[in-house]
């Protein structure tokens, strides 16, 4: 185990937290350590905004990938309407800022010593912890679908190998082909996402295999954008899309990935050549192992700061999070981000804690100079996250070509501006 | 409140420490941290951040407050003929609300004291 030396200055206060002496004693024991676990739209939002909020607080960021590649946008690369590496961020402007980065896995967390034990061995201790872990598969809560599974027949739903192997798969299916996926129950990453991977892959498809179709079998009766996305795929795409609800005998309940077929809940099985399996999900495992997570395997949060519910100094962010009515979205965590980096600030600081405002907006492209949103607008009421009632709400069906084209606009400057935001500055 | 420096004066161990801080954690770029700060914060997600747009999306920082002051106001009103989603997002926020986020993006940053 590698002690640096704040930990041994922080271990020669053992059993007390430096945070519970007066400032000046504070100043004297080093100054106050927070730990980020995850490098996504959530941790690194968090880590740049705690050295805004508080320049003399150290914020050390745990993410294992050198350079992080976002979900938002990667169905635009399975399109061929983005390249891979525009969707890569590094982790330069995050040190710039003065946050430590350390790639590395974190395998454990110690919330009664306050430690982290990463994958390279070393140990760090926290002050305050923030976990922002994303989510995990729950691999063979869909019978069939394990980690191997999606070797044959792939989630891609977290982006990275997963993607580039989707990718790869549509590009050498032939034309007439058929492209199946799965869609499960809520709560899941991205609630639109599915639909906009269904456009993406029809916009391929109509300019390199016209000939081909798209099947999506869902767990569910109705879905994000429902309306928009229909109006949308029909506009553009003709029928190629077609979607079957859980009513409709959509949903999957075997996945046999050798044979890349599926066989839904009456059992009709639909054969596919390129099979997209997108599982039930639970917060990442770091969650559960601090013991932030309950019985849903998500992690309940404190409305007005996203302090874990279940461990004091722990916070959590983003789609490991029970946040409804926010979705699981990087818009939403990046909010979440920032509300938790001023409160950490605030209590590190002794200042008065501000007032929570959370926010989305979900851009979903369903062709190029085509594109439609959701919006909303939380904050913490009486202990909950609210939506004002009237307020945010989806693009308007009778929205004209030049409103579909702005749209379209606005998503990718969307995309540069939280970047720029997060990493790239 | 008491201000962060005024916190730090006391400690020459403090006053080390910041002069060690990179140029990120300098006294020109010590952020507010207020409720109207938090409130700003969400804007930075599409208008870039400090309301210093990257792309298409309109940047806010530096323009005068009562344009933005309109601008918002005409939003929430749905009175904005090329408002896409502004529309939708600004009727979950009072006058007070917009009042305070045309001022804080109105102050142009080359220029602010540190408050």
């Known amino acids: 185990m590698a002690y640096t030396r704040r930990t041994i200055l922080g271990g020669a206060l053992a059993g007390t937290s430096t945070l519970m002496l007066p400032s000046f004693l504070r100043a004297q024991a080093g100054a106050a350590e927070v730990v980020v676990v995850g490098g996504g739209f959530g941790g690194a939002t968090a880590a740049r905004y705690l050295r805004h909020y508080a320049p003399q607080v150290r914020v050390t960021l745990v993410e294992p990938a050198q350079r992080f590649y976002t979900c938002p946008f990667s169905n635009l690369y399975l399109a061929g309407l983005r390249t891979w590496d525009s969707i890569g961020h590094d982790y330069d402007g995050l040190r710039a800022a003065g946050v430590t980065v350390v790639h590395a896995r974190a395998d454990s967390v110690d919330t009664a010593a306050r430690t982290v034990r990463l994958s390279s061995g070393q140990t760090l201790r926290w002050d305050r912890l923030v976990l922002s872990p994303g989510v995990d598969m729950r691999w063979g809560a869909l019978d069939g679908y394990d980690e191997a599974a999606s070797a044959r027949a792939p989630h891609a739903w977290k982006a990275g190998e997963q993607t580039l192997l989707l990718r790869r798969q549509l590009e050498a299916m032939p034309d007439g082909g058929r492209f199946v996926m799965t869609i499960p129950e809520n709560p899941f990453r991205c609630p639109p996402g599915p639909y906009e991977r269904a456009a993406m892959v029809a916009h391929y498809f109509k300019r390199h295999k016209p000939r081909s179709k798209i099947l999506l079998l869902d767990a569910k009766e109705n879905f994000s954008k429902q309306g928009l996305f229909q109006q949308g795929w029909k506009a553009l795409y003709g029928d190629m899309i077609e979607w079957v609800k859980q009513s409709d005998d959509g949903q999957v309940m075997r996945v046999d990935a050798a044979k890349l077929e599926v066989e839904t809940a009456f059992g009709e099985r639909h054969q596919a050549d390129v099979l997209n399996v997108i599982p039930p999900q639970k917060a990442g495992v770091i969650a559960e192992r601090a013991g932030v997570t309950n019985a849903s395997g998500w992690a309940p949060v404190k409305a007005e700061s996203f302090e874990s519910s279940h461990v004091e100094g722990v916070y959590v962010l983003g789609d490991a999070t029970i946040a409804a009515p926010m979705p699981k979205s990087g818009f939403a965590a990046n909010t979440q981000g920032k509300v938790a980096a001023a409160a950490i600030a605030a209590d590190l600081l002794g200042r008065p804690q501000p007032t929570a405002s959370y926010a989305n907006t979900c851009y979903s492209l369903i062709g190029p100079g085509y594109g439609i949103s959701v919006a909303g607008v939380y904050r913490a009421e009486g202990g909950r996250l609210v939506e004002p009632e009237g307020t945010g709400g989806v693009s308007p069906m009778e929205g004209d070509a030049a409103f579909r084209d702005a749209e379209a606009r606005y998503s990718a400057a969307w995309y540069a501006a939280i970047s720029t935001d997060i990493w790239d500055r | ?115």
């Not at chain 2, 952020?31 to 409130?39: E, K, P, R, T």
């Not at chain 2, 407050?65 to 009103?77: C, D, G, I, N, V």
Request: aromatic residues 6%; glycine residues 6%.
């Open chain 2, 1 to 115: 409140m008491p201000s962060f420096f005024a916190c730090a004066r006391p400690s020459r161990l403090w006053t080390a420490l910041l002069l060690a801080l990179p140029v990120a954690g300098t006294a020109a770029d010590t952020a507010i941290l207020n409720n109207v700060a938090v409130l700003a914060a969400t804007c930075a997600n599409c208008h870039g951040p400090d309301g210093r747009s990257p792309g298409a999306i309109p940047s806010l920082r530096g323009l005068p407050a009562e344009h933005l002051l309109r601008r918002m106001q005409a939003f929430k009103a749905g009175k904005a003929a090329d408002a896409t989603v502004m529309t939708r997002l600004m009727t979950a926020y009072d006058d007070a609300q917009i009042h305070d986020l045309a001022q804080w993006f109105s102050v142009d940053l080359n220029n602010k004291e540190v408050r």
